[in-house]
């Protein structure tokens, strides 16, 4: 089978780092070679277009892609027709409404009548809409977040991350409207040999997510608390006990949930677990 999967990724900016990394993960690597639009991927039957941000949901709408990474943002922005197959757990940040640090924002109504400053206008203009606010839109592609202190905006609604750039422009957030994070979308008609090469493409992701998302852990327990031990560390089926060399104690390994991990430390180390190492897993496949 020659059947190749065309994926359209960001060619420079702040999705390619986590694209690259990711597709890294997956056993995916691309050399650009002197060409920069196009890329050839080794590892998987893989063509890859290097693209603005902005052209990937076109693309995969017209099938030049076949699938494609971006940020969520992006997608609900240009409003094409194509599925979103999954979060991808990188490039996050969120949509959010700012002000003029010394306005005295009331609530949503506050922005009746007012100038919003945005690169997403589609977005704005749904949520204005579904919150019935008839405001004015204006449409910036760069630097929004400058309108208010040049008297061009009396609200802006951008991308915010670490809310670095409000507090230097002396705005502050006053309503997120949504969060986004890099995801994967994918042409909606898809043949069945794509179709099966997206499905390969999932299944390493979905064990590169799993394993970022959990830790593997060792530690030594007395024999007389192990089911208590146990009951904190299901693991994947059931966690792996071995005999240690002294009497009454044993070995248990086990996977834990990166979101739960302080709280399951906290309660193995009161059941009287010793020694627990955390290691970084690779892959997890279920
Ligand atoms: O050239 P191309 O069109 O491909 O890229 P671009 O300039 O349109 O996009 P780029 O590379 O800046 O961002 C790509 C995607 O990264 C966005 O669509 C988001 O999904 C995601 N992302 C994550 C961000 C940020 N974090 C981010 N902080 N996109 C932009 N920003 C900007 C934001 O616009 C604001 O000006 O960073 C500033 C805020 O950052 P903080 O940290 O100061 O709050
Ligand atoms: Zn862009």
């Known amino acids: 089978m020659n059947t190749k999967i065309t994926l359209a990724i960001q060619k420079s900016g702040r999705l390619n780092e986590g694209t690259i990394e990711l597709l890294n993960r997956c056993g995916i690597k691309i050399s650009n070679g002197n ?47 194509i599925e979103v197959i999954r979060e991808l ?38 949520f204005l809409n579904q919150n019935a606010i008839d405001a004015d839109i204006h449409t910036i592609s760069g630097s929004v977040e400058i309108t208010p202190g040049i008297g061009m905006a009396d609200a802006i609604f951008e991308i915010v991350s670490s809310g670095g750039t409000l507090l230097s422009n002396n705005l502050k957030e006053v309503d997120v409207i949504m969060k986004s994070e890099a995801v994967l ?44 031990i146990i009951s904190l560390i299901p693991g994947m089926k059931s966690p792996t006990v071995l ?7 044993c070995s248990l390994h086990s996977v834990v949930n990166e979101d739960d991990f302080w709280e399951v430390i906290g309660r193995l180390k009161d059941a009287g677990a010793e020694g627990i190492l955390v290691v970084p897993i690779e892959k997890m496949v279920i």
């Open 35 to 81: 060409n920069h639009l196009k890329a050839l991927a080794e590892g998987f039957p893989m063509e890859v277009l290097l693209l603005r941000d902005d052209d990937i949901p076109q693309y995969v709408a017209d099938g030049v892609a076949d699938i494609g990474i971006l940020g969520y943002n992006e997608v609900l922005e240009k409003g094409k027709d």
């Open 89 to 126: 757990g990188f490039s996050r940040c969120r949509l959010s409404i700012a002000v003029p640090r010394d306005v005295n924002y009331s609530g949503r109504q506050w922005l009746s009548g007012k100038r919003i400053a945005t690169s997403y206008p589609e977005i704005l203009k749904k």
């Open 243 to 249: 005999p240690l060399a002294i009497e009454g104690w």
């Open 185 to 228: 979308v994918a042409n909606k008609n898809l043949d069945e040999q794509k179709s099966e090469l997206l499905k390969k493409l999932e299944f390493r992701i979905e064990a590169v997510r799993k394993a970022q998302r959990n830790k593997y852990i060792l530690l030594n327990a007395p024999k007389d608390k192990l089911n208590q």
